[in-house]
């Protein structure tokens, strides 16, 4: 056997109990992420860790305590100072007095906690983001997009059954019901770790139903929840979150929180909202422009139409008119020319008239002189044979009589000889 000496183990750890207690007897400032959170009788209980920024992996860890006496004033100030419940997975600043307890093991009691501190971590992962998103040239992708002309479908992301997606429902609904445009919803978890994960499967899902249900792509894509404190939406600043809305071909409209919380997803939206209520007040307004500009659109249709119409009856007006004078002139002009005609006409039936009656005197003169007795009475005589007037001595027949006519009378001869004349 060792002549060491020889303690219990009550009476080592009690010595180490006072090398603590004497060596980090100051309260010092001591950076953390609480990794996980417990109130119990009015005592916070707290596991602290530290990883290294690469891997994430867990380097040191330990357990911290807020006493009940000092943990309503000292987490009050903090949440009101920062507007941030304390909570797990939260980066803070704490001075603590180190604290070894032979029964218990080591841990830390926190006297302060720096909400500045918290609030700064949180911004600065948040510009990260941002300046990576700018880099990548993804952080105006969705706001580009053009927006909407009709609002059709809609795809609604949103935690089940909270009170935010009450408040959008109560419109939506009615807007449904007169069937101005058909939301479809899709629940997905918004606060914790999970959350980004969470509502990306949840979108993939839904754009994939979608797929199989719809032939057109939605005509937008809503993401909402209510307000919450600052680190239950600050799970919302994701990059890997932030860069898939990012490539969305369909714009994206969030209300998430009240006015004065903002996160990652309102700086790459299409449009951003201060809560899901004025969501679909956008939603309702874009339809209410949409339609007014459609009647101002048929208001202007319309008043061209009837101004081209007027201006097409005026043209009419002038062309009938012109028509109408250069119908008369023709007619004028044909009026002339048919009175010349007509005169013309006249002048020439006249002179034809006169031509003709002395043609027709001459005639009854010639008809006159070539009369049978005037003829017959000149020495002239008729010869026939058989009632027929002989014109030549071939048509005679030598063994038939002849009857001649003379201009006082008739005889018959008997022929007894006919002689042609010598050519």
């Known amino acids: 056997m060792t002549d060491d000496p020889q303690l219990s183990l009550k009476e080592y750890l009690a010595t180490v109990q006072e090398v603590v207690k004497h060596t980090f ?35 040191a860890s330990c357990r911290a305590t807020i006493w009940k006496f000092s943990a309503q004033k000292m987490v009050s100030q903090f949440e009101r100072e920062s507007g941030i419940e304390l909570s797990r997975d939260l980066k803070v600043l704490i001075k603590v007095k180190a604290n070894f307890d032979p029964q218990y093991g080591f841990s830390l009691n926190i006297v302060e906690i720096d909400s500045g501190y918290t609030l700064g971590d949180i911004a600065r992962r948040y510009q990260q983001i941002v300046e990576r998103l700018t880099a990548e040239g993804l952080i105006q992708r969705n706001k580009n997009l053009p927006s909407p002309f009709d609002l059709n479908r ?51 899902q839904a754009l994939k139903q979608w797929v199989q249900t719809y032939e057109a792509a939605p005509d937008l894509i809503v993401i909402i ?13 994701d990059y890997d979150l932030a860069a898939l809305l990012c490539k969305r071909s369909v714009p994206i409209w969030v209300g998430i929180g009240h006015e004065k919380d903002r996160t990652i997803l309102d700086e790459i939206a299409h449009r951003s909202f201060d809560t899901p209520s004025k969501v679909i007040a956008g939603i309702r307004n874009h339809i209410v422009e949409l ?30 008119k012109l028509i109408q004078t250069l119908a008369n002139n023709q007619i004028f002009d044909a009026l002339q020319r048919l009175q010349q005609i007509k005169s013309n ?17 001459a005639l009854m003169r010639e008809t006159l002189l070539q009369n049978p007795q005037h003829v017959l009475s000149k020495g002239y005589a008729i010869v026939r044979q058989q009632d027929h007037v002989m014109s030549s001595i071939t048509q005679i027949d030598n063994q038939q009589p002849v009857q001649i006519e003379l201009h006082d009378g008739l005889f018959s001869a008997q022929l007894i000889q006919v002689l042609p004349h010598e050519s």
């Open 225 to 237: 929840r209510g307000g919450g404190a600052v680190n239950d939406l600050a799970y919302l600043n």
């Open 345 to 361: 006409t006249a002048s020439l039936a006249q002179q034809h008239t006169q031509l003709m009656n002395q043609q027709l005197d």
């Open 25 to 59: 007897d100051t309260p010092v400032w001591v950076k953390a992420e609480i990794r996980n959170l417990s109130i119990k009788a009015g005592h916070y209980y707290l596991e602290l860790a530290e990883k290294e920024a690469d891997s994430n992996q867990v380097i």
């Open 154 to 204: 809609i795809l609604v992301i949103s935690p089940e059954n909270a009170a935010g997606l009450g408040d959008f429902r109560k419109d939506a609904d009615a807007l449904q019901r007169a069937q101005v445009c058909e939301f479809i919803y899709h629940s997905a978890t918004f606060q914790g770790n999970t959350a980004p994960q969470n509502i990306m499967q949840s979108l993939a």
């Open 291 to 320: 339609t007014q500009e459609v009647a101002n659109c048929l208001q202007r249709i319309q008043r061209l139409s009837q101004q081209q119409i007027q201006a097409y009856q005026n043209q009419n007006d002038h062309f009938f």
